[in-house]
């Protein structure tokens, strides 16, 4: 067994035995704190990061960890569509949260409801796109025009829609915004900004804002993970080679920034030594750099995402079987430690399952 597949099986023991925690308290797990789960801070079951514990179930479910991970996945995917009839707390997140949700369930298991499911999100986040040229990020009344570099990662949802209804409207929507994205969000030196906001009656630009990194203009690094994967599933769902010149871009500059201890810090314009450590970051671009490597047989990318995640495997696992969360020194936001910093936040665990799964070969990819 190497070093990736011991990892694998042994953050599956660990998963295994932290879904009865989380199943007997009844709710999603967001984060663990002194080793339990907790939920969510904000939005309860409609926060965007749902469907990240049932993502680490499927992939798990996939990988053939059995019954109990499916059991789960479908627990909390349940309480998920809950949240359809919420509604007005659900924005364009949806992609996260249920592609790897009933998303995944419907890919695994074809799951008739699932799809049905998969689609409604899809109708949700379709609901949200301005003509004007870009699908509104989040629902605050002053907050019509914005739109952020996450984004990218829900639009896959779109393009599945697409694939999946034979209706084409679903992937010109993202498309669309993916253009707009490259446009107005890839910086001259291969960085991306966070948000900006467009007049919402004329799609013109507006302002740039700070968002969750250091300082406006500077360059959240969670940010520019979510563009690099981001851009990378853009070119899978559509072969057009301008989003994997764009994912290259965002890559090269990520790679330049990785600490010699292969960790990542919050923001790559953080004040030089600020300790401010955000292994979210480094876990999604491990996935994205991989994806990039086999998009383009580029393999000093794969070499980019192992070094990621020896760096997370070498510093930051906590493999105490009796305390949930695996992955430590996560920062949601550089200025708001509402969410957590420096801590255990689940799709860090996500993204890492993710990355032994593809480094072992049984990645099913819930993305596309
Ligand atoms: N998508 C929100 C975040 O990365 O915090």
Redo the contacts with the bound molecule.
Sequence with gaps: MNRYEDALERAQVKFKGSIRPAADAGIIPYKSENGKWLESPYDGNSW?TGGFWPGIMWLLYARGGGEAFRQEARRVGKLLTDEFRVFTKLNH?VGFMYLLSCGADAKLTGDPQAAVDTLHAASLLMGRFNPKGYVRAWNHPDQAGYAII?CMMNLSLLFRASRETGDPRFAHVARIHADTTLREFLRENGSVSHIIEFDPETGKRVREHPG?GYALGSSWS?GQA?GLYGFTLAYLNTKDEKYLAAARRIAEYFTAHIRPDGLTDSDFCQPAGEERIDNLAGAIAACGLMELASATGETAWQRAGERLVDGLLDHCCDWTADRCGLLTRCT?SYHDDGAGRHTNITYGDYFLTEALMKLTGKDPMLWI
Excluded: Y
Aim: aromatic fraction near 28%; hydrophobic fraction near 45%.
């Design positions: 965007w997140d996450d969750q969670r979510w949601a």
